[in-house]
Nanobody
Framework: QVQLVESGGGLVQAGDSLRLSCAAS????????MAWFRQAPGKEREFVAA????????KYADSVKGRFTISRDNAKNTVYLQMNSLKPEDTAVYYC???????????????????WGQGTQVTVSS
């Protein structure tokens, strides 16, 4: 059974940092892209960041560029999202996603990811 389990969310103040982790089990995703998405209350899910299979190529939403960093440790089957300079508008449930496309390239569309975690809440107070 494939599982993606996110951790590291919480309540922080504006300007603080958080590091989210997503541990995969049940299969290895070393050859596949992984990504983070988020969904705020009353809003649609949106792309945050993605990383290709090797970690050598990344993509960010404009809203988080320069503040967030996605990385992966294939030996641990884990992907991370380092979030710095957090803003109240970053408040959302953050979801980890794993692609099943064999190209290994990253994607910004949620439809390209076949596995999803349960989400972790990030709340940023002003």
């Amino acid at each position: 059974q494939v599982q993606l389990v996110e951790s590291g969310g919480g309540l922080v103040q504006a300007g603080d940092s958080l590091r989210l982790s997503c541990a995969a089990s049940g299969r290895t995703f070393n050859n596949y892209a992984m990504a983070w998405f988020r969904q705020a209350p009353g809003k649609e899910r949106e792309f945050v960041a993605a990383i290709n299979w090797s970690g050598g190529s990344t993509k960010y939403a404009d809203s988080v560029k320069g503040r967030f960093t996605i990385s992966r440790d294939n030996a641990k089957n884990t992907v991370y999202l380092q979030m710095n300079s957090l803003k109240p508008e970053d408040t959302a449930v953050y979801y980890c996603a794993a692609s099943t496309r064999t190209s290994g390239s990253y994607y910004t569309s949620g439809g390209m990811y076949g596995y999803w975690g349960q989400g972790t809440q990030v709340t940023v107070s002003s």
